[in-house]
């Protein structure tokens, strides 16, 4: 008889299957996506400094940055009412070009949705038109056929009923 191991591996993995990785018992460090995707971050930061010239495009940045920032404070301190009401006027100011843009958007949807409304309409009249041509085409062809038969002496009467069963059928179908 082998002696019960606190901890067995086997055991713990027969009971528990799915649990291959379960870091919840493990007593090293936890590591969050989070905090593991700020220090791949870090890494790699530092990495690209290894470079001369990305380091002083760095410098360059960071510079300009910071003297950005201290200018924008500077006129803060300064005149913090001044400033602040500037900021509105600006808001303001975008708000007016948002609503004209707003409305000049809404006049060419009306002005489309007009056009199309029109082309439906003419689209239909085409088609009717093109109905009306078929069936007038249609009775101009049976007249053809009935003189040509009255040309060359042959009973119309059978053939005239015929023909006129026979388009009828076409038009069924074609419909």
């Known amino acids: 008889m082998e002696p019960k191991l606190q901890h067995d591996p086997k055991l713990e993995q027969a009971n528990n299957p799915n649990r291959q990785f379960d870091q919840a018992n493990a007593g090293g460090p936890k590591i969050t996506v989070v905090t593991g995707m700020l220090l791949g971050a870090l890494v790699g930061g530092l990495l690209a400094l290894l470079s001369t010239s990305n380091r002083e495009n760095t410098k360059q940045s960071f510079s300009s940055a910071k003297s950005s920032v201290g200018g924008l404070v500077d006129t803060v301190k300064q005149d913090p009412a001044g400033k602040a009401s500037q900021v509105i006027d600006q808001v303001k100011s975008a708000s007016g070009i948002i609503q004209e843009v707003a409305t000049d958007v ?36 049976e007249k053809v056929v009935d003189a040509k038969d009255t040309a060359l002496g042959q009973d119309t009467s059978s053939d005239t009923s015929s023909s006129n069963n026979e388009s009828s059928n076409d038009n069924k179908t074609q419909a």
């Open 106 to 141: 809404q006049n060419v949807y009306e002005k489309v949705a007009g056009e199309v409304d029109t082309v439906k309409e003419d689209v239909n009249k085409v088609v009717g038109t093109a109905q009306e041509a078929k069936s007038d085409l249609q009775s101009i062809g």
